[in-house]
C-alpha cells in the first residue's frame, strides 16, 4: 500500500487564491486540516472569514473535511490586510484582487509578517467568459478574463517566487489550478480557453527558474468538480458537436485530496502535472 502524505508541521504556511467559495474555499480547508497555516485571498471579506471558520472547524481533522459547516461563521468587520480581526491564529483573511500588484504584495508580505514564510501557494483565482461565438466575444471581456486567469497567476507566482528564493529554509511550492481546458478546449470559450494554456506555459516557466531555489511549479487540471459553478452541467453543456449534453461531476474532495498530495510530498518529489476528472466526462475523444 502507497504511504499517506507527510503531515506538514504547524510551521507549514499555504496561500490561498480565490479562497472565498468553490475550489478555493474546499481546497483552503484540506490544508488547514492537514496541518498548514492559510493566508486566505480573495474578493469578498465576509466570505473569506467564512472560509477562516470553516478551517477553524475542521482543524486537524484531515483533508476529508471539507464539508464542514459554516453557519457559526462570525460576522468579524472586514480589516485591511493586518493581523487584526483574524478569525484563527491559524489563519489570515486578507482581500486581495490579485489583478493589481500592489495588493497582492501587500498579502504576501501580510503572510509573511503574520507567519514568517510562504511554503505553498495554490494559485486558484480564476474566471471564466460567455459561451458565445469567437466573433462576438467582446473585447473587453477577452482582457478580463486574462487579468485574472494570466496576470493574477503571475503577480501571486512572482511575489511568492520572490519570497521562497530569500527566506531559510529555501524553497517552496507553487501549485497552478490550470482546467481541462488548458489541453482541450470546450466550444465558444476562446477567452477562457486560451487563458489555460497560458497557465500552463506559467507552471513550466517557474518550474525551470525554480530549480536552483528548491521552488516546485506544479499544474492541477480539475475536471468538472461538483460546486455551484458546474451544477449547470445537470441540465446540458454544449458540446463539440454543437449538441447540449449533461456532464458527470465529480466530488470536491477528490480535488482537495489531489491538491493536499502535491502540496505534501517528499521535498525530493513533485508531482509535475495532474488531471482529476469525473472519468465520464467528454475530455479523453473530447468530440
Not at 472586514?78 to 486578507?94: C, K, Y
Not at 510562504?118 to 467582446?138: K, Y
Not at 497560458?198 to 475536471?223: E, F, M
Request: net charge negative; glycine share 10%.
Amino acid at each position: 500500500m502507497p504511504s499517506e502524505p507527510a503531515k506538514p508541521t504547524a510551521t507549514q504556511i499555504a496561500v490561498v487564491t480565490g479562497a472565498g467559495s468553490g475550489i478555493g474555499r474546499a481546497v483552503a480547508v484540506g490544508l488547514g486540516a492537514a496541518g498548514f497555516c492559510v493566508a486566505l485571498a480573495g474578493r469578498r471579506a465576509d466570505a473569506l472569514h467564512e472560509t477562516a471558520v470553516a478551517i477553524a472547524t475542521a482543524s486537524g481533522s484531515g483533508p476529508q473535511a471539507v464539508e464542514e459547516p459554516v453557519a457559526a461563521a462570525r460576522q468579524v468587520p472586514a480589516s485591511q490586510i493586518t493581523g487584526e480581526n483574524q478569525p484563527a491564529d491559524r489563519t489570515l483573511v486578507a482581500p486581495t484582487d490579485v489583478t493589481d500588484p500592489d495588493a497582492v504584495e501587500a498579502l504576501f508580505a501580510a503572510t509573511v509578517e503574520r507567519f514568517g514564510r510562504v511554503d505553498v501557494l495554490f494559485n486558484n483565482a480564476g474566471r471564466g467568459g460567455r459561451a458565445v461565438p469567437l466573433d462576438e466575444t467582446p473585447v473587453d471581456e477577452f482582457e478580463q478574463v486574462l487579468a485574472v486567469n494570466v496576470t493574477g497567476m503571475f503577480l501571486c507566482a512572482r511575489a511568492a517566487f520572490g519570497i521562497m528564493r530569500h527566506q531559510s529554509p529555501q524553497g517552496g511550492r507553487i501549485i497552478n489550478n490550470g482546467s481541462i481546458s488548458a489541453h482541450t478546449p470546450r466550444p465558444w470559450a476562446v477567452s477562457y480557453t486560451v487563458s489555460k494554456h497560458a497557465v500552463t506555459g506559467l507552471t513550466k516557466q517557474v518550474a525551470l527558474d525554480g530549480r536552483p531555489y528548491g521552488i516546485t511549479s506544479s499544474q492541477i487540471d480539475i475536471g468538472n468538480a461538483a460546486s455551484a459553478m458546474t451544477a449547470r452541467m445537470a441540465g446540458g453543456v454544449r458540446q463539440a458537436d454543437g449538441a447540449q449534453r449533461p456532464e458527470p461531476t465529480m466530488d470536491m474532495a477528490s480535488v482537495v485530496r489531489s491538491v493536499v498530495l502535491m502540496a505534501t510530498l517528499p521535498a525530493d518529489a513533485a508531482i509535475a502535472e495532474l488531471t482529476v476528472m469525473a472519468p465520464q466526462m467528454p475530455y479523453i475523444g473530447r468530440g
